[in-house]
């Protein structure tokens, strides 16, 4: 049973991605030429790579920047030994831990709190393991009190991103006076695989790294701009619990993703979001989704009635970034935030939503909340002008 009376309230944002970036075009073409003596399956990865919504990516292995001759993930031309699993753990150890901390320090910058504030740490990531864990070095290296709760979400895919803020929002809704910080961390290009199989394309085509962070409490009071949260819950989907797999392999992680996912959801979640939202005269204004890929946005969009102002923020960040897994999804809801603030955006109610192995789907209720000044400012300009009008989709993308 909830307890707290004031809000609770998204308080700071960071995001980080690695200093290497691919880019969509060339890794295509250097991913075809290891596909040559395999032309269909060239022909296959080029025509994916281009359709699939985007165009860079970050990586933390410079080794996928090689020449097809010299990249080891590219080993059908190279004949270079692939990196097996203790390897890519073994990169994932020492990358994830510095990606981690920059997304981490600038929420709590945003947030305008110290780490020895915080009470609870959620780390989440479904790209790596070891022990002990990503959670422990985080708390010694913030500096945050040993008697922080530490609370590691591993393994859980894309929606654990959300799943992890809704439980950190649980835990202030119970304990006023608790801070948590969340950081998600995922390095899904270590498991890029030397395969000429469909499967593995698909997975190549559009996952990304990158690490994110907010800091959830009690309403700040100080007049900034912020998203306020309301309950999250979670939802099966039927006919899903194959559709999404991820398992540890000898090289890396082996993903499989079925075409029918886009399908799926589009088929089944609308009736669970509509019983979830309840009777509402008009839909949500701000749609954060987890852009899982370009044929679950068109899904939804199609199912949903959405249009380009609901999904671009999604389109936007998967096109610069990729699918990030789990740190996605604070992509967006920091390029929507930089948009309202720009904007001087009214209070507007929105949506979050992420998608998971299960299949599951993640649901949680934001409003956006203007800062004070920007607040006089929407007020001046609706009494003077009435509705302000949305920005078109060049200026949507521009913010991401």
């Not at 590219?74 to 990196?83: E, I, K, N």
Request: glycine fraction near 8%; aromatic fraction near 6%.
């Amino acid at each position: 049973m909830e307890t707290i009376e004031q809000p609770i309230t998204m308080l700071g944002i960071g995001t980080a991605v690695p200093a290497h970036k691919l880019d969509q075009l060339d890794t295509a073409q250097r991913l075809a030429e290891a596909l040559r003596e395999t032309p269909d399956a060239a022909r296959w990865a080029r025509r994916l790579f281009k359709q699939c919504g985007v165009q860079t990516r970050y990586t933390c292995e410079p080794a996928l920047l090689e020449p097809a001759e010299r990249n080891r993930y590219f080993a059908q031309l190279s004949g270079l030994a692939v990196p097996a699993t203790s390897e890519r753990m073994a990169n994932y150890k020492q990358a994830s831990v510095p990606l981690a901390l920059r997304a981490a320090s600038a929420a709590l910058s945003d947030a305008r709190i110290s780490p020895s504030e915080l009470t609870h740490l959620v780390t989440v990531s479904c790209t790596g393991q070891y022990l002990p864990g990503l959670d422990t070095v985080l708390a010694k290296q913030l500096g945050l009190q040993d008697s922080v709760n530490r609370i590691p979400l591993n393994f859980v895919g894309c929606a654990a991103g959300l799943k992890a803020i809704g439980m950190a929002r649980d835990i202030v809704s119970g304990q006023p006076e608790a801070a948590v910080l969340v950081v998600c961390v995922e390095l899904c290009t270590l498991h890029i695989q030397p395969s000429a199989e469909k499967e593995a394309l698909f997975g190549a085509s559009f996952f990304g790294d990158g690490a994110s962070a907010c800091v959830i409490g009690a309403e700040a009071g100080d007049g900034r701009d912020a998203f306020e949260l309301g309950r999250p819950s979670s939802a099966l989907l039927p006919e899903g619990e194959n559709e999404m797999v991820w398992e540890v392999g000898d090289h890396g992680f082996d993903l499989y993703l079925s075409s029918r996912i886009p399908a799926l959801i589009g088929r089944y979640l609308p009736e669970r979001l509509a019983s979830f939202l309840g009777e509402k005269d008009s839909q949500p204004d701000i749609w954060a989704i987890h852009p899982g890929g370009k044929g679950i946005l068109d899904a939804l969009e199609s199912e949903l009635g959405l249009e380009d102002m609901h999904t671009g923020y999604s389109r936007g960040v998967l096109r610069d970034f990729g699918n990030m897994s789990s740190a996605t999804l604070l992509f967006v809801l920091d390029a929507i935030r930089k948009a309202k603030r720009d904007e001087n955006a009214a209070r507007s109610e929105g949506i979050c939503l992420a998608f998971g192995p299960g299949l599951s789907a993640e649901m949680l209720p934001i409003v956006y909340r203007p800062g004070e000044q920007a607040a006089i400012r929407s007020q001046t300009l609706h009494g003077v002008k009435g509705e302000i009008e949305p920005i078109d989709e060049a200026q949507l993308a521009s913010h991401v």
